[in-house]
């Protein structure tokens, strides 16, 4: 009885204080004058004689607020300058933003936005959010109302939002998200270390809260700006300080799920280094299944726009712990599933199957042999399928790609037997990919080099030689001293014959067509100089005698279409080629008639055709422009053309066929050196464009016995496609640009759901010289309805086609519609 009657503690007794000093605060608030500065200043001293705003409970924090909502509705002759800031700045930090906010956005505020904007910022720069920060982590807050913790999080993450919209974006620097965000990363890093503390003195804390901020703040794509001040901290940090590593765990691993991605994403873009990696995130894949599916899924095989050092990070960091190997050789197994279906690499864009082949190639640098030796059976499986599909592309980056990834697991799984090897031209890209089976240390800092810097330090990882190579260099047999000293004693006595005057016999070029015809299929054809020189002057000889040539026109071409080289004779293709175009523009008509004719035999390999396809092209082309004439100053001065050699890409010379029309079109006002000339001449193509168009289009849906367009022969189709989209825009202005147009319309609509992306794109070239070449006019009369539905479809195409030139080449062609309705609304009916 006698220790109830006892008088209270000193902590009673004080915090009674500060609760009749908070209410006699709130009450002079309600009147202006002197007294009013007292009050203020004894909240102050009783909130530091309580031992500040941590040791505030629960009735004494709700009494602060009160005064602080107080003195913000308070008329500004009642709150002395400086001392009511500093009320604020001293007082509870998660009350104090609250209630900063609320006067913020409220109508009624005695305050004036800058003023509390500008309490705000004080806030910031005096290290108030870090103390929110902490005072949220402490176990009494963590027992607390999770309504108010939610509301807390967004206003630290939005607070820049918030001051934007009231100031209407003119706010202080300091509120800008590029600077607001590393000074949160700061407060973050500040609270960590306070967090660390706790655990070295055995004290419990929380860092859930830190880890909702740090995901909310990734998630609204500030990702960047928090994790660029957060990861080189935490990266010397965690070198060597086993605490700071579980920190590290716990503040990923309590991340909510619903920001994880962004989160793990951000901290796979920014570490310097898969073990890095490893020491910031630690098992968080086995762990959290969200994290495992971004990584081992997402990041993979859903997405294809992250750099090489990020999928070396990404890969690195699985491999770097026997728990996480287990997860690399199942990302393996999804990838070459990807990789080796047919239906990925027809529908997937080019980006996408580079992406997953480097995927393949770092996963197979990180394998070891007795995981080599688990999974060859599925290894060997799956890149026998991936290369078949790869190869039956119609893109040459595509079929590259496919040798490259084949070569490298067959060298991979195969160490002692015979390995994969095809014949392909080496670029950076293949050199990029080769040089990654060579595994990245562990220390080297990852993020993506300059260009020039890349490619220097891929040249410099190739030349690496396993050591039995290097020993069999080193391995030729070397001879005594005195047996090779008498071998070279017995060759004095040998003089040589002088041949410096000695000159190379020129073998006489045939003068007449008729005897090159004899050279290439006679009885001379054995005379192996003989045929070189025919093969040489055979251009020649068909431009300087068009009459000769006309005679024996469709045999000659006959004889160019099989021909086969029968010696190294250097740029043979070339020459040949340039022959049949020579002979097809000296007699178009039957010439063209014949090759059109043989595209659709049978009995003929696909380099034929799109032997014939290329022919067609180059000799259009040549027909289509006007001659050069007039004397020039320009030496080097040539007729532009486009060529079409065996193994280009046609889309390519078609668009290069349209940057030359629009330059030709192209005025240009200035003083110089004399130009060429263009002469007056008429189009030679006006009269012959139907017989190299139509026939090529007339039977492409009828499969032979070993020729299928429609089948598996679609690189021949693409490379038809493409030749038609020339041969139309190169009708401009010709008689039968109007039936062709229309044609080629109906040939575009049957094919184009091709599953191919370079047919596609050729049905797509078509679009656009239909635009080009034919009249307003006669699309409209002619044309009115399907072009309506090739609008429609050309809108799907930008829209939903995954290969980006089908995208691009709609958009062009829905472009020069819309021109077309503008030029035609313009003119004056």
Not at 74 to 79: D, F, N, Q, T
Not at 371 to 399: D, F, N, W, Y
Not at 766 to 793: F, G, H, K, Y
């Amino acid at each position: 009885m006698a220790a109830a009657l006892e008088p209270p503690g000193p902590g009673l007794a004080l915090h009674a204080g500060l609760e009749s000093v908070l209410r006699e605060a709130v009450t002079a608030l309600g009147r202006a004058g002197e007294g009013l500065v007292a009050a203020l200043g004894a909240v102050r001293a009783a909130l530091a004689a309580a031992g500040g705003p941590a040791a505030l409970g629960e009735r004494e924090r709700a009494l602060f607020g009160a005064f602080l909502r107080g003195l913000a509705r308070a008329p500004g002759a009642a709150r002395p300058e400086g001392l009511w800031q500093r009320c604020f700045l001293e007082g509870p930090p998660g009350l104090v933003l609250c209630v900063l906010l609320e006067a913020l956005g409220s109508a009624g505020s005695g305050l004036d936005p800058r003023e509390i904007v500008g309490v705000l910022e004080q806030f910031l720069q005096q290290g108030r959010v870090s103390a929110l920060l902490w005072e949220v982590c402490q176990p009494q807050a963590q027992a607390g109302c999770l309504e108010l913790q939610g509301a807390l999080l967004n206003k630290i993450v939005c607070l820049p939002e918030h001051v934007s919209n009231k100031l209407q974006g003119k706010n202080p620097p300091v509120f800008f998200p590029q600077n607001y965000f590393p000074l949160l990363g700061d407060a973050v890093l500040q609270v960590l270390e306070k967090i660390c503390d706790s655990l070295r003195g055995g004290l419990d804390c929380s860092i859930s809260f830190v880890s909702h901020v740090l995901g909310k703040v990734c998630v609204h794509g500030w990702q960047k700006e928090i994790l660029g001040v957060l990861v080189p901290r935490l990266t010397d940090l965690t070198k060597s300080d086993c605490i700071w590593q579980r920190i590290c765990w716990q503040l990923v691993e309590r991340v909510p799920d619903r920001w994880m991605e962004a989160v793990v994403l951000g901290f796979v873009q920014r570490a310097p280094g898969a073990d890095v990696l490893s020491r910031l995130l630690g098992n968080l894949v086995v762990k959290n299944k969200k994290a495992q599916f971004v990584v081992a899924q997402k990041m993979l095989l859903l997405q294809y726009g992250h750099t090489t050092a990020v999928l070396q990070n990404l890969l690195g960091y699985l491999s770097l712990d026997s728990v996480r190997r287990t997860l690399l050789l199942r990302v393996l197994q999804d990838l070459l599933e990807t990789w080796s279906s047919s239906s990925a690499v027809k529908h997937s864009p080019v980006e996408q199957q580079l992406y997953i082949s480097k995927a393949i190639l770092i996963c197979l640098s990180h394998l070891k042999e007795p995981e080599i030796a688990s999974c060859r059976q599925e290894l060997l499986t799956s890149m026998m399928e991936g290369v078949k599909c790869h190869l039956e592309s119609s893109l040459p980056q595509l079929r590259r790609l496919g040798m490259v990834v084949a070569e490298s697991i067959s060298l991979n799984i195969n160490t002692e037997g015979p390995v994969l090897k095809f014949e392909y031209e080496e670029d950076d890209e293949t050199r990029e990919l080769k040089s990654l089976l060579v595994q990245t240390p562990s220390f080297y800092v990852v993020p993506s080099l300059p260009d020039d810097d890349r490619s220097e330090k891929t040249g410099a990882a190739l030349p690496l030689v396993p050591e039995s190579n290097e020993k069999s260099y080193t391995a030729a047999p070397v001879m005594p001293d005195e047996e090779s000293n008498a071998e070279l004693d017995s060759d004095d006595d040998l003089i040589p014959y002088d041949m410096s005057e000695d000159k190379e016999l020129k073998i006489k070029a045939p003068l007449y067509i008729r005897d090159c015809i004899e050279v290439l299929t006679g009885s001379r054809s054995e005379d192996v100089d003989k045929w070189e020189a025919t093969v040489k002057a055979l251009e020649s000889l068909v431009r300087r005698n068009p009459a000769a040539a006309r005679e024996v026109s469709v045999e000659l071409a006959k004889i160019l279409l099989h021909l086969e080289e029968k010696t190294r004779i250097e740029g043979f293709v070339e020459l040949r080629q340039r022959a049949q175009v020579a002979v097809l523009t000296t007699d178009p008509i039957p010439v063209a008639k014949y090759l059109t004719s043989q595209f659709y035999s049978l009995n003929y390999s696909l380099r034929q055709r799109m032997d014939i396809l290329d022919v067609l092209v180059l000799a259009a082309q040549e027909l289509s422009c006007p001659k050069f004439h007039g004397e020039t100053k320009h030496s080097g001065v040539q007729k532009p053309c486009i060529q079409l050699l065996p193994g280009s890409d046609s889309s390519k010379g078609w668009r290069r066929i349209v940057d030359e029309r629009i330059k030709s079109k192209t005025r240009r006002f200035a003083t110089g050196q004399s130009r060429v000339e263009l002469a007056s001449c008429p189009n030679e193509f006006n009269c012959v464009a139907g017989y190299f168009f139509f026939p090529l289009i007339q039977h492409f849906d009828r499969p032979l016995t070993t020729f299928d367009l429609l089948g598996e022969d679609h690189l021949v189709l693409g490379r038809l496609v493409h030749t038609l989209a020339v041969l139309m825009y190169l009708a401009v202005n010709t008689v039968a640009v109007t039936a062709m147009g229309k044609a080629l319309l109906e040939f575009v609509w049957a094919l184009r759901f091709h599953t191919d992306s370079y047919v596609r794109q050729g049905l797509l070239s078509c679009i656009s010289s239909l635009l080009l070449s034919v009249p307003v006019e006669r699309i409209l009369a002619d044309m009115t309805e399907e072009l309506l539905e090739t609008q429609s479809w050309l809108g799907d195409v930008m829209e939903k086609d995954p290969d980006g030139d089908c995208r691009r080449l709609a958009l062009q062609n829905l472009l020069l519609m819309e021109n077309l309705k503008k030029k035609l609304e313009a003119v004056p009916s």
